[in-house]
């Protein structure tokens, strides 16, 4: 207690404690030298790159992500001791550090931290597992190296791991799959390993194998050294190496051929080795093993069980073995002179020969004010230093440097190329670059944000804490990118969007927890969009006088319709010829187009799907105007209001239903009554998982409804997909109330009379 008294003193004075008997003073000055030694050895011993991981731990709902990071944490000594997620101790695992995930016993939000394990630093990354939180999941493999895909040894490749492979492969992410909880009843890490070769297509094989499942689960075997190994005491921090048990040298043999194989037909230098029908040497087939996991060709498989403390040391092993150090990925950035060509950055040397390039990947208000997550990618940045945002061209000061443990700060005076830190009080976005001077024209890639599927309306109990209701949606729009709001003027309330229920049922929460100020939520409401069902030509005039400059401007072109993948977008394209439109009327034109597609005419949703195409039109040289031409896209798209022909799109939602094989039947039923469409079924160890595509509005009251049918036995997860033609019925009672909502109000009153 006094250590920890004495240090946190340290921190934040640096002051030597004069009020304090001799023996005290003396431990004082000990700790304080030990203290100012790490830090300055943080700087001064600047570790090579080769020595430096980037990792993330990402799964499906309750694969056991937390509990793998807090053990991991354990063995690499950042930890004293392990604390489970849903413990009965009231502390909780170190990175659900949010009293609400604690409570919930989920993750919320991503956290950071890192360790060091045989001399290489690990930093890592622990994301959450519902598809409601996804964007954390998104920035977060955004700015990492490598990642581990932590998959459960009974429920397999589930709805969210289809959604984090997808964000993996489009950040050319490569990955370790870590087959967790061997000791559950019904576990079956084959049948994991068959998904993840014919769900997910990967060139994927064991590396090692378990020594019995369920409640005897005793060890694993490692396929490369041929070696059984077996955690001793209760905690596995010993691990000890034995001869593969006489019973499971066969199938060992097999599993290390089939591996072999596999490696063999994405690795040429091992190819050969397996042509000449030579046995590979243990660095030889290390080393294929991670040029092909590097390229992506190849997914090593590791088992073991977190909660059972067993496997994890290994993995940790394959970590530092198998997936790239920063060097290793190319990264790209645009080059904004010239031509805009594109240029990669190579994560070189750790030091300041080259031109400072990062990106800030994730916001979070902190006690000590906002907190900026950085990647850096190139050279070095020390306290002092001046970076460029080079999306707003503001230069910043840098005040104060951390590297995150989790909600503890650790501060540094330098980071360099591939590490990740925070940053205070910096004013900037999410997804923006910061560079050196010399290095402005550069921006990274940006990061992919999903478009909100839900929304409701919000407001205080106690109309006494608007303010300090205003303060916290104003932090959580900054930080979160998928949760919006916006202000309905005609319904007069404060419309919130997410990802789902959920999504923003956190969010209420928090704002009670966090600014004490309790909220209640309305009905939830679909994001539904209106599109053209086919192309429609425009020729438009806006023409005002009234005295003085008068407005003019006509456009004359068609509005297509986009093919169904890109059905969420808005499309504008210049084909005018000559000086009709003169180009700097364009953006006017394109501005005018986009506001007026913020709100449709047949319910008053968002307009998506539609490509504005310009081909003539004409000015005046007095009275046109840039607001002008705004003036006359709006009403181009008006007109297209009362003349074209218009539908409503849907969001569809990927579902997977899971209830014991019994209630196949009645879920199926209740599934049909929501005008499901069923992809599949699959049936395991006496349960039975039905996939299926269900429009979002269909949805609502559906966990109610699955566990009254099935007795509580009943469980879904449903992702977004696409958006989709609604139903016939859904958009006529979508048009009714829009109309009844917008019937003039002396019609109201009469029919109330």
């Not at 209630?663 to 039905?690: C, D, F, P, V, W």
Request: overall charge neutral; proline content about 3%.
């Amino acid at each position: 207690m006094l250590m920890t008294r004495l240090l946190n003193t340290i921190r934040l004075s640096r002051l030597v404690a004069v009020n304090v008997c001799r023996p005290q003073k003396q431990i004082y000055y000990q700790y304080a030298a030990a203290y100012y030694s790490v830090i300055a050895g943080k700087d001064s011993k600047i570790v090579e790159v080769e020595k430096i991981r980037n990792i993330g731990i990402s799964a499906h709902i309750d694969s056991g992500k937390t509990t793998l990071t807090e053990r991991i944490l354990f063995y690499t000594g950042r930890l004293a001791e392990m604390h489970e997620v849903k413990g009965k101790d009231g502390q909780g695992a170190k990175m659900d550090f949010m009293e609400l995930e604690r409570q919930r016993g989920i993750t919320i939000q991503s956290a950071a931290t890192y360790s060091e394990w045989k001399g290489t630093n690990i930093n890592i990354i622990d994301t959450p597992g519902h598809v409601d939180f996804t964007v954390e999941v998104e920035r977060a493999l955004r700015v990492l190296d490598g990642a581990v895909l932590v998959l459960c040894a009974v429920g397999g490749v589930q709805s969210q791991t289809f959604t984090v492979n997808r964000q993996m492969k489009r950040y050319n992410v490569p990955c370790i799959a870590f087959i967790n909880k061997l000791d559950r009843m019904g576990s079956n890490p084959d049948r994991v390993l068959n998904h993840l070769r014919s769900k997910l297509y990967h060139n994927a094989a064991y590396l090692n194998i378990p020594i019995g499942l369920e409640s005897d689960c005793k060890g694993i075997v490692d396929l490369i050294k041929q070696k059984a190994l077996y955690f001793e005491d209760q905690s596995g921090v010993t691990v000890t190496e034995k001869e593969i048990p006489s019973d499971m040298v066969e199938i060992a043999e097999q599993r290390r051929q089939e591996l072999i194989e596999c490696v063999a037909n994405v690795d040429e230098k091992i190819g050969e080795v397996f042509l000449e029908e030579r046995e590979p040497s243990v660095d030889e087939l290390q080393a294929a093993i991670r040029r092909s996991c590097i390229q992506r060709t190849f997914t090593p498989v590791m088992v073991g069980t977190a909660l059972k403390n067993k496997g994890v040391q290994p993995l940790l092993d394959g970590v530092i073995s198998y997936l790239p150090n920063p060097s290793e990925v190319e990264n790209i950035a645009l080059d904004e002179t010239g031509d805009e060509s594109v240029k990669l950055v190579m994560n070189p040397a750790r030091d300041d020969s080259n031109p400072f390039v990062s990106l800030a990947f994730k916001l979070e208000a902190g006690r000590f004010g906002q907190l900026t997550y950085m990647r850096i990618y190139q050279g070095c940045m020390k306290r002092g230093d001046y970076i460029y945002n080079t999306r707003t061209h503001k230069r910043v000061k840098i005040s104060r440097l951390a590297r995150m443990h989790a909600d503890e700060m650790e501060e540094v005076n330098a980071v360099y190329a591939g590490d990740i830190c925070a940053l205070f009080g910096i004013d900037c976005a999410s997804g923006d670059t910061f560079t050196s001077k010399t290095a402005t024209h550069l921006s990274m890639e940006s990061i992919f944000v999903p478009e909100p599927v839900i929304s409701m309306s919000i407001k205080p109990v106690d109309k006494k804490d608007l303010d300090k209701f205003s303060k916290g949606v104003n932090r959580f729009t900054r930080e979160d990118p998928t949760f919006r709001m916006v202000f309905d003027a005609e319904s007069k309330e404060t419309i919130v969007s997410g990802m789902g229920e959920l999504h923003l049922d956190i969010y209420a929460q928090r704002l009670e927890r966090e600014y004490n100020a309790k909220c209640v939520l309305g009905k939830p409401k679909v994001a539904f969009r209106e599109t053209l069902v086919q192309t429609f030509e425009f020729d438009y005039q806006h023409k005002k006088q009234s005295g003085g400059q008068g407005q003019f401007g006509r456009v004359v072109g068609t509005i297509e319709v986009l093919p169904p993948e890109e059905n969420t977008k808005l499309v504008f394209v210049d084909m005018t010829t000559g000086t009709n439109i003169p180009k700097q009327y364009m953006a006017g034109i394109e501005r005018g187009f986009r506001q007026a597609c913020e709100k449709g005419a047949l319910t008053g949703h968002i307009v998506s799907g539609i490509k504005f195409v310009l081909k003539d039109g004409a000015n005046h040289a007095v009275d046109s105007s840039d607001y002008s031409f705004q003036l006359a896209a709006e009403g181009a798209i008006k007109q297209a209001y009362a003349e074209g022909l218009w539908q409503i799109l849907e969001p569809i939602m990927n579902v997977e239903v899971t209830v014991p094989s019994e209630y196949q039947s009645t879920a199926m039923a209740g599934l049909n009554k929501r005008h499901a469409i069923i992809t599949g079924t699959e049936s395991n160890e006496g349960y039975s998982t039905i996939y299926c595509e269900v429009a979002l509005n269909e949805m609502f009251g559906y966990a109610t409804d699955l566990r009254s049918t099935t007795q509580g036995k009943g469980e879904y997860t449903m992702e977004y997909s696409r958006y989709c033609p609604a139903l016939a019925s859904t958009q006529q009672e979508l048009l009714d109330s829009y109309q009844q909502l917008n019937q003039p109000h002396s019609e109201k009153k009469k029919r109330r009379g």
